[in-house]
């Protein structure tokens, strides 16, 4: 075989090969997944290198930097493979930052922050809600919120627990109690005692569902199997309120939760007492503009609330939400297309789209 033929089939291999397409695009989003050398230049580069595209005869594809060197390659002085990535030097930035505020005995300043990463504070900012979809402040009194829900649980006494949870004041906390707890402190440090949750069971064509609502708005909607287990799961979130039988009036309430299950674009228009973090309830919001017969995908929806590279934190916190169809998280997909995990089960998850789609 002559080179000319031998250039030729390798051109060929590497132009179908998809990684070459990650190539010509200068993607990104493959950088860390392989790496191409060129042989002409005997240099290696990520996927995003903005170097002049080689011609795909001369072209190899490496899963690792290390088996580009050891195939006699030197790194690229543009992209500098043998390095992190600027979205991994980015995150690793982050997580030091995170580390700094959880640690800091009140909540740092911007100013603060910046001095620490040597970052302007614009720049910190815009990535440090790039990579954890929060500012800095949300993220420090999430923070705030979860110290005080620990200090609570050990059993002492409320305005220890402010303090030492980092809240300046015991007003400033009392000001976001509701919002961070859900309930007063008191009734948080005693497990909900004194708390009223109204709730009760009815059927579907979806299985068992449970209803339940607090002096706030619906606090749950679980589907499952069993209406026992629906009933555990409540008593679990909820170990020390007074679970109440729902009244005539809350059959009404059921019913009409049930009839939005069999008729989507009935509407669901109820107040909600959502119970999650900042990042938590941002991306529940975020669910719930998603229209009726439309999907979105983790990642898409994790550009919708700024936070484009969060699509894994997204997809826990629709792991994480209690108030099914009313908070729309089977209206997430994969990127794909395909039906990936939901809490009440994929057959469920397909069920709700598919009616969506013919209502």
Request: with cysteine.
């Amino acid at each position: 075989m002559n080179t000319t033929i031998k250039n030729a089939a390798r051109a060929a291999a590497t132009a179908n090969d998809p990684r070459w397409a990650a190539v010509l695009a200068r993607d990104a989003k493959a950088d860390g997944g392989f790496f191409y050398s060129v042989k002409t230049t005997g240099v290696y580069c990520r996927p995003s290198c903005a170097a002049r595209t080689a011609k795909p005869e001369n072209v190899s594809f490496h899963t690792t930097a290390a088996d580009a060197e050891r195939a006699g390659f030197r790194p690229c002085k543009r992209c500098k493979p043998d390095q992190l990535t600027l979205a991994a030097r980015r995150a690793a930035q982050v997580a030091d930052l995170c580390r700094f505020i959880e640690q800091a005995e009140r909540t740092p300043t911007l100013a603060e922050l910046a001095q620490h990463a040597r970052l302007s504070a614009y720049h910190l900012h815009r990535v440090f809600k790039a990579v954890t979809g929060l500012t800095p402040n949300a993220y420090a009194a999430a923070q705030r919120a979860q110290r005080v829900r620990r200090e609570l649980g050990r059993g002492g006494t409320v305005t220890d627990a402010i303090y030492d949870a980092g809240y300046n004041s015991s007003g400033r906390f009392y000001e976001e109690a509701d919002r961070v707890l859900g309930m007063t402190p008191s009734q948080y440090r005693a497990g909900g005692v004194d708390t009223d949750i109204h709730f009760a069971i009815g059927a579907c064509t979806l299985g068992a569902i449970l209803v339940a609502r607090s002096e706030r708005g619906v606090c749950a909607i679980l589907l499952g199997d069993d209406p026992a287990a629906l009933a555990h799961e409540l008593e679990d979130r909820f170990p020390q309120a007074r679970l109440l039988g729902g009244d005539a009036g809350f059959e009404q309430l059921i019913a009409h939760v049930v009839g939005f299950v069999e008729a989507p674009r009935l509407g669901l228009d109820l107040p909600l007492d959502m119970r999650g973090t900042a990042f938590q309830r941002r991306v529940w919001q975020a669910l719930r503009a998603i229209p009726v017969g439309q999907t979105v995908s983790y990642g898409e929806l994790a550009n919708k609330i700024g936070a484009p590279t969060s699509a894994r934190a997204v997809a826990r916190a629709c792991a994480a939400n209690a108030l099914a169809i009313a908070i729309p998280c089977h209206r997430v997909v994969r990127a794909d297309g395909g039906l990936s995990g939901y809490r009440w089960g994929v057959e469920r998850k397909r069920a709700l789209l598919e009616r969506e789609t013919e209502s």
